[in-house]
């Protein structure tokens, strides 16, 4: 698994909060816990039980159980995250200690909004479920491989599909009583925004590049020089081809030696300052739109390099970035009416808790 998705799955196994659609990926990936189960196991009552009784009642939810088991199951998903990486990591018992009591915390809240979503007897359909898996999917990429990262995380189907049916009936309840408010947004509002977060709306200079690379082996290896001279020799002939005018894209699918990005025919898109390593940034900076860079060699390859475009450092005026402000603030002000409705179910809610 890549560091980068290894860190979203953390993220989102770590994340606290009121359930919501974004959440599903860890309710139903890590927990799938399945409910119904764990409340047909009858609580044990023996005072010789251990604190580590799986089947210890930890918390009352308007008199539903939730089970040690439960809280457990998602602190060892936890553990199993990191064990990926390092098989040898155990948490120590102070964390898990901890972290059951976060995860008890975020599982109240979850009980609580998945028993008002059921008092309102909404309905999800397979297509709502297979929908919603197709967005968890593409969150993990597209192609075969990204699918079988995302499918490596789920232990139970059934579950999961249980797990974000429960997600979309939240969601129904919460649109359900969102329909009824009124969110507006000033003009004022999206002023002060702008004006108070001035640096957003500050554009760097920057540049549309697209580019043939030379991959080159570690300066120790025996063949390094041999292979430099030869990638440097073609770097200088392929670069006078582009500037008489041959089609540059058709120069990196066919001698470009970074096959993923030959795929986009060497578009690497708009890039800033400090986005790249100084030789390629200082290359890059210095190109009119439609140059071709001489062969500019680093310790990442051999680059040649043309611009498609650029633009000056600007600062974005108040109208270009008007409707994206009101957007962003809209789904604030909804994020805020979310939690407000958990808020008031808390405040309503009989709430035990028994760790």
């Known amino acids: 698994m890549s560091t980068l998705k290894f860190v979203l799955i953390i993220m989102v196994v770590a994340a606290t909060g009121m359930v919501r659609a974004e959440d599903t990926i860890l309710n139903a990936t890590e927990t799938q816990v399945e409910t119904s189960e764990a409340a047909a196991i009858a609580p044990v009552a023996d005072s010789a039980s251990t604190a580590h009784d799986p089947n210890r009642i930890v918390a009352k939810i308007n008199g539903q159980p939730i089970y040690f088991h439960e809280v457990e199951k998602r602190v060892d998903n936890f553990e199993k995250k990191f064990q990926e990486v390092n098989p040898a990591m155990k948490l120590p ?95 004022q509002e999206i002023s002060d925004f702008y004006s108070q977060n001035a640096d957003r709306f500050k554009k760097e200079e920057s540049v549309d590049i697209q580019q043939i690379v030379w991959r080159l082996p570690p300066k120790e290896d025996a063949g390094y020089q041999e292979k430099l001279t030869g990638s440097l020799a073609k770097a200088e002939s392929l670069m006078k081809e582009a500037q008489s005018g041959r089609d540059f894209s058709e120069l990196v699918k066919a001698f470009s030696e970074d096959q993923k990005m030959a795929e986009k025919e060497g578009k690497v898109g708009w890039v800033e300052r400090k986005q790249l390593i100084k030789p390629l940034e200082d290359a890059v900076f210095n190109l009119s739109v439609g140059e071709v860079s001489k062969p500019i060699q680093t310790d990442l390859g051999i680059f040649v390099i043309k611009a498609l475009g650029k633009e000056e450092s600007r600062i974005i005026p108040l109208e270009e970035v008007r409707e994206k402000i009101r957007e962003g603030l809209l789904r604030n002000k909804v994020g805020q009416s979310r939690e407000k409705i958990y808020e008031d179910l808390k405040t309503k809610a009989s709430i035990e808790i028994l760790l």
């Open 93 to 187: 018992e102070e964390k898990r200690i901890s972290m059951r009591k976060d995860f008890l915390d975020r599982m109240v809240r979850e009980r609580i909004m998945e028993q008002a979503a059921e008092s309102g007897h909404f309905t999800v359909t397979d297509e709502e479920i297979n929908e919603r898996i197709n967005q968890l999917q593409k969150i993990f990429g597209e192609g075969e491989e990204a699918k079988a990262r995302f499918l490596s995380g789920i232990t139970d189907m059934n579950d999961f599909r249980n797990n974000i049916a429960k997600q979309i009936r939240i969601d129904k309840y919460i649109e359900s009583i969102q329909k009824n408010l009124t969110v507006d947004i000033t003009d």
